[in-house]
């Protein structure tokens, strides 16, 4: 069994999806400000919230007519305690609102790479090698995602470019409308 975790900026809740060969304890969650429980940091930079999101990813291998099989556990953890929003910095419902929907799309991309590591994992055939094959899958999905996180904090100027940050909320509600199910199965 390996554990890998990474830290992205997002946020998530958990539900329970299984299936045959990959599973995971998630469904989209809406945020909300309760989601941060941190305390805000006083060197920011300006930024006026932080989620931060763990993606746990556990496997075990079994053979199966000369190749592995990786039965998988992917799960998008909510780390609370890590996570902020500078109240004092939230001068409407308006700006809250602004800055939950930002924040809404660092979850989404944590939500979108657990979900392409289940659609991967379930898809992969593994040779006797399949513990570094495993990782190299991993770690190839997680860079993607890393980038995908500073190029919409880049793109949006961290909320402050409202039509970047328009865009963005149109490309993650496609995303979420058109993600394949996990080995065929729709999403929650």
Not at 21 to 29: E, M, T
Not at 68 to 87: C, G, H, M, P, Q
Not at 114 to 130: C, K, M, P, T
Not at 167 to 178: A, G, I, N, P
């Amino acid at each position: 069994m390996n554990v890998r975790w990474i830290k992205c900026i997002g946020v998530a809740a958990l539900f329970l999806l299984t299936i045959d060969r990959a599973s995971a304890q998630q469904q989209f969650h809406q945020l909300t400000v309760n989601d941060f429980g941190g305390a805000p940091r006083t060197n920011a930079r300006g930024v006026i919230a932080y989620t931060n999101c763990t993606i746990d990813f556990r496997y075990q291998a079994n053979r199966s007519n000369g190749s592995y099989i990786i039965n998988a556990f992917v799960r998008l953890i909510l780390n609370t305690e890590k996570s902020w929003l500078d109240r004092s910095r939230i001068s409407s419902p308006q700006v809250l609102a602004e800055v939950l929907k930002h924040e809404q799309g660092h979850y989404t991309i944590a939500y979108l790479e657990q979900q392409e590591v289940l659609r991967e994992i379930g898809r992969a055939r593994f040779s006797r090698n399949y513990q570094y094959e495993a990782m190299s899958l991993f770690n190839r999905i997680d860079a993607k995602y890393k980038q995908l996180n500073i190029d919409y904090d880049e793109d949006t100027q961290h909320m402050t470019d409202r039509i970047q940050q328009h865009s963005w909320d149109v490309y993650f509600q496609k995303q979420l409308r058109v993600m394949p199910g996990v080995q065929g199965e729709g999403t929650d």
